[in-house]
């Protein structure tokens, strides 16, 4: 069966070529100013904070005494103890209310979410962005706090990690996802090495980085939190998504022209895909990826070093890096440091 995607040509109006709209300039970067954060150090405190969903208190309590056996103060905020309709950890004002408190806080270094879930895109109407802004902390999270993450990274220049929750030191590769963790969130100039890679395209790319959860990913474009992709290395996986949705959100991706625009992709892990309904989908995973990038001049790699599963490595939003593929390797090479001086 043949799968190959064959973008369209240009539209054009009486011969001329169209010019992309003028007006909604949101599409562009709104902060051309990068503000890092301090580099985290040894006794410094990292606060946990329930940005989407709470988890049970055992594991909060398993993922502080881990960070606190390697040296660090830990602060747990009290949304971690509530659960709106369930699930979150407090209404949104409730839940942004907690990030601004602890994003002020002068003794906290670093935040880490609790967990990721639902609804983070509602949160971002909540936020004070000039506020998180004003004083830049390490954030960490993936899943639904991609939200958070682009954002920030789009509205104030403030780049974020793609990076563990605190439920990822609880599992079996709590020590590498800290490690990780602690070397970006140090100041390193870290070269990541991906674990099993496979390539769909070789080559070299250079640009900062954004992404993060394919579907929050795809929810953000033409909002005003959408990053822009443009020479950027792109991060996507995903969870429990249906394989033929995975197929739309990849078309809308390519029929936007985003990936035309960007300098690489990184496909993590996609994990719990199904195909339900009536007839099936007859597609897998790697038909579809092979399908929408056989034909960029970019990298692409597929890895199971980041994602939903277990294994998460820190990936900082908006810096800087140059993804190198190869038939039987890839890297990421931070080509500046995440946080300010050390």
């Not at 602060?75 to 103890?81: E, G, I, L, S, T």
């Not at 992404?211 to 443009?230: D, I, R, V, W």
């Amino acid at each position: 069966m043949s799968l190959i995607y064959q973008p369209q040509a240009e539209p054009s109006l009486n011969g001329l070529k169209a010019k992309p709209c003028q007006a909604l300039k949101f599409l562009k970067r709104a902060s051309a100013v990068i503000t890092k954060p301090a580099a985290l150090k040894q006794g410094d405190t990292i606060g946990i904070v329930a940005t989407s969903w709470v988890i049970k208190r055992e594991t909060i309590e398993a993922g502080k005494t881990f960070l606190e056996s390697k040296g660090f103060k830990v602060k747990v905020h009290p949304n971690n103890d509530m659960c709106h309709d369930e699930l979150w950890g407090g209404d949104y004002k409730t839940r942004a209310a907690a990030l601004h408190e602890y994003w002020a806080d002068p003794e906290i270094k670093a935040i880490i979410a609790t967990t990721g879930g639902l609804r983070c895109l509602n949160l971002l109407d909540y936020l004070d962005f000039d506020l998180l802004a004003k004083t830049p902390k390490i954030f960490s999270g993936f899943s639904d706090n991609t939200a958070i993450i682009n954002a920030l990274w789009h509205k104030r220049g403030v780049p974020s990690l793609h990076g563990p929750h605190v439920r990822s030191f609880v599992n079996d590769n709590k020590e590498k996802n800290f490690a990780d963790f602690l070397s970006v969130a140090s100041g390193e100039k870290a070269t990541l090495q991906f674990e099993s890679p496979q390539a769909f395209k070789n080559g070299t790319g250079e640009g900062h980085l954004i992404g993060g959860n394919l579907c929050l990913m795809n929810y953000l474009l033409g909002t005003e939190y959408a990053p822009s992709f443009k020479n950027a290395i792109v991060l996507i996986e995903d969870e429990m998504e249906e394989i033929r949705n995975i197929d739309r959100m990849l078309m809308q991706l390519r029929r936007l022209g985003k990936l035309e625009e960007a300098a690489g992709l990184i496909i993590g892990n996609f994990t719990m895909i199904s195909n339900t309904g009536t007839s099936g989908f007859p597609y897998s995973l790697d038909e579809l990826i092979h399908e929408y990038t056989h034909d960029l001049d970019i990298p692409v790699v597929m890895t199971h070093s980041f994602g939903h599963g277990g294994r998460m490595m820190s990936l900082p939003v908006g810096i800087r890096a140059k993804l190198e593929v190869s038939d039987s390797k890839a890297s990421l090479s931070l080509l500046e440091t995440y946080t300010g001086d050390k």
